[in-house]
């Protein structure tokens, strides 16, 4: 069986969305099924990869999954939280909150939290005890942040919290310059060892923020973009983050360091928001539907 993941990488995209196809392709290599990743707008995309296969999983927000001169496997998947209504065999819509009704036209929809695609941890990230004092407080804000808000946020709370470690991770299409007192983190293979070792986080809406939880992290949210705001409602929702502002952000750790309760309650509602299951899950989807597609061949 042989899955191709075909999703937006780069400036204005980030890296979200290999995270989420790395997260899927993770399990289903263990299951011996043949993974090509191949990353939209950074090279021609060769036809084959996209037709060959058995399944075609398309992670963007540029290209439709419907599009038949575009993906035309025999499964044609797509991950979509912008309720685009695309006319797959199936829609993943991996954000906390979302609901498979805003997705018709799938043949078969996977909306929710259950479905978060978050790359498994490895053995050796040991998440830090939350009950401890907060000495360090991690701010990411997307690998693509041109603008510098996790720059802002950072300054922010150094001014409020100066003996406490701020580290801010700079990713490679965001803005370069870190300010004074803090602590530049590049993390090319990914966050968790850094997420781990946070007494607190403040993420955008995006894949840093469901890891976040799935290590129990207390989490100060950030909605930088449209299709942030449903996951970081959901959560909010279920108790699991505090939700601010890139202004109200500083205030908000503040807050968080001072009330060890209040970051107890915020990583347990965390963990159980996001449990790391669903990668398997959506797997599991894709290996049904494949099977009924080759018996009605």
């Known amino acids: 069986m042989r899955f191709v993941f075909a999703f937006d990488e780069g400036p204005g995209a980030g890296l979200g969305h290999r995270r989420r196809m790395e997260a899927l392709a993770a399990v289903a290599t263990r299951r011996d099924i043949e993974c090509v990743l191949v990353a ?7 036809t084959g990869d996209l037709r ?21 496997a025999g499964v044609v998947a797509a991950v979509d939280d912008l309720a685009r209504d695309l006319a797959v065999d199936l829609v993943v819509d991996p954000s906390p909150g979302a609901l498979g009704a805003a997705h018709r036209r799938a043949r078969r929809v996977l909306a929710g939290s259950s479905y978060a695609l978050v790359p498994p941890l490895e053995a050796r990230v040991i998440a830090a005890e939350v009950s401890e004092p907060v000495d360090r407080v991690l701010v990411t804000t997307g690998a693509a942040d041109a603008g510098g808000i996790g720059a802002r946020v950072a300054t922010a709370i150094v001014a409020a919290l100066p003996d406490v470690e701020v580290r ?23 966050l968790a060892p850094e997420l781990a070792a946070a007494g607190i986080v403040v993420t955008a809406g995006g894949v840093a923020l469901l890891e976040a939880c ?84």
Request: aromatic content about 2%; proline content about 6%.
């Open 168 to 190: 801010l991770v700079v990713g490679p299409w965001g803005a370069p310059d870190v300010p004074a007192g803090v602590v530049p983190v590049h993390a090319p293979e990914g």
């Open 40 to 46: 939209l707008g950074s090279r021609e995309v060769p």
């Open 214 to 297: 799935l290590l129990g992290r207390p989490i100060v949210a950030l909605a930088l973009a449209g299709n942030q705001r449903q996951a970081v409602a959901g959560l909010e929702r279920e108790s699991a983050v505090e939700v601010a502002t890139p202004e109200t952000a500083a205030e908000a750790v503040v807050a968080l360091v001072k009330d060890e309760y209040r970051r107890l309650a915020l990583a347990r509602a965390a963990r159980v928001a996001i449990n790391g299951e669903g990668a398997g899950l959506v797997v599991d989807m894709l290996e049904q539907l494949t099977s009924r597609a080759s018996a009605t061949r």
């Open 52 to 72: 060959a296969a058995d399944v075609v999983i398309v992670d963007s927000y540029h290209e439709r999954a419907d599009d038949r001169a575009f993906a035309a």
